[in-house]
């Protein structure tokens, strides 16, 4: 049974699936939106949204989390000195999702997922 699991598998084992969430969310982080599939971007919002969180704070131990999860420090400059203020009054809900209709090779819908 799978009553209260919440990890989305997206069909690939642990080392894979992380190292896809965090290039998804690098790419988010750098760019503001990226397009991906929908259940790539409902997983995603687990990752950035925290992280938004943790860069408002601002504190030493929350820079060595983003730390872990962002590879480049490009990255980790843009979300603590520029997206992170942005966002110092509002409590959560940073992403949004606006859907754009299905791949047309396998059906897969895709989804827009931008910073707010």
């Not at 925290?50 to 990255?75: C, F, M, R, S």
């Not at 992170?84 to 509002?90: D, M």
């Amino acid at each position: 049974m799978r009553h209260r699991k919440k990890n989305v598998k997206l069909g690939r084992t642990k080392a894979p699936r992380k190292a896809l969430l965090r290039n998804l969310a690098e790419s988010l982080v750098l760019h503001g939106a990226i397009t991906t599939t929908k259940a790539k971007a409902k997983a995603l919002r687990s990752v950035v949204e925290p992280l938004i969180t943790k860069a408002k704070k601002n504190h030493p131990i929350d820079k060595e989390k983003i730390n872990q999860v962002l590879y480049t420090g490009k990255a980790q400059k843009k979300l603590i000195e520029e997206i992170a203020p942005q966002y110092k009054e509002r409590e959560g809900g940073y992403t949004r999702t606006t859907k754009l209709g299905t791949r047309p090779n396998d059906g897969a819908e895709k989804v827009k997922i931008e910073l707010v």
